[in-house]
Each structure stands twice: as C-alpha cells, then as structure tokens.
C-alpha cells in the first residue's frame, strides 16, 4: 500500500438544501452548480490529496461516481465519516468506500452530529476547506473549522448559492470574485488547490 500520509487533506462541507427546512438557504441554492462542484472537486482532488466529508446522503453518490471513474485505486485518498445515529438511513454508496469512520451515537441528533464534526475537524490537520451549497451545518463546520485550522485554505463557493454564498458575503476575507462568478469549477479548484499547492 502506497505512503498516503504526505499528502495534503481537503475538507468538503457540503449538502443540498432541503426545501421543507429554513428557505434562506434554498432560495438561493443552485443544485445543478452544487453537484457540478463537488463532482469537480473529487475528482480534481482525490488523485492528489484526501478528501475527507461527512456522508450526507447528497452529496456521497457523487463522490462514489468519481471515485469509480477514476479507473485506480485511490481508497487511501477518500475518509468518509457517518454517525450512527443515522445507522439505519446508511446509503449503499457508502459501502464502496473503505476508510468509513463510524461516530457514536448521542440520545439525539444535534449531539450525534456534534460529536462527529468535532472528530471529524480534529483528526486530521487540514490544509484547505471548500464549502459547496448547503444548510445551517455549513456554517457551523466552519466556525469549527477555522477554530481549529486558523491557517488553512477556506473556499466558499458562492456560486452555487446557499449557505456558502452566506459564507462568502459575511466572512471578513479576501475572497476572490471568481468564486462568486465562475462556474468553471475544473479549473477553479485546479488553480486553487493544485497550482497553488505550495500556499496551501
């Protein structure tokens, strides 16, 4: 098995908005660019660094359709973490993944997910987070997230709307126009992630 442990660790923080929740974040929401990016994010990625998310049941199929396209075997460079609070919802896309960590249940959800996110984001020392769509767990990965890696890369994609467009607008950084305009999102995380390696 190859030495995988040199290799740069991507955070992706992602989902598609549900309709019946809180409509701030699928009013603004483009699901086709949110797929689109995450699908571009794998597979710019996984052959490069690890990609490390927490399996919501959007955003997993995705990632295993790149993962399979790939054509090699990159298992070492794919970290799925699932709580099993949801052990009975599991997706059969997860089983194509080998490296699935499996966090506690907690009497209720909001726990459950706590403790995952807060393994999740202390396990690893990350080099970048990218935040794609998604829902209130978005915002609350990233205060997480830059608590604990003030130093990494944050990449919210505004483009496709939702919580990551919030991100994007209220963060008091410097993010560059291109991630509120750009749907190129090949080459957006190609300049970001791989011809910048050295920033990141």
């Given at each position: ?22 409509r ?21 990625i ?32 794919v ?75 944050i ?10 467009r ?33 920033n990141?």
């Open positions: 098995m190859a030495n995988t442990q040199h290799l740069s660790k991507i955070f992706l923080s992602a989902s598609i908005p549900d309709p019946e929740r809180n701030i974040y699928y009013d603004t929401a483009d699901i086709m660019a949110i797929r689109d990016a995450v699908r571009a994010l794998a597979t710019v996984i052959p490069h660094s690890k990609l490390v998310w927490g399996g919501h049941p959007s955003i997993t199929p995705l990632i295993r359709y790149v993962l399979q396209r790939l054509g090699r075997n990159v298992q070492d460079h970290i799925l973490y699932q709580s099993l609070f949801f052990e009975k919802g599991f997706i059969d896309d997860n089983k194509v993944f080998e490296h699935v960590i499996y966090t506690e249940r907690y009497p209720t959800i909001k726990e459950s997910i706590a403790h995952m996110r807060e393994r999740m984001l202390s396990e690893h020392r990350f080099d970048a987070a990218v935040f794609i769509g998604g829902m209130e767990g978005i915002i609350e990965e990233y205060e997480i997230f830059k608590e604990k890696h003030p130093k990494a890369l990449i919210p994609v505004a483009s496709t709307g939702a919580a990551a919030i991100l994007y607008e209220n963060l008091d950084e410097p993010f560059g126009v291109i991630l509120k305009n750009s749907y190129a999102y090949m080459a957006l995380f190609r300049e970001l992630l791989l011809d910048n390696h050295n990141i």
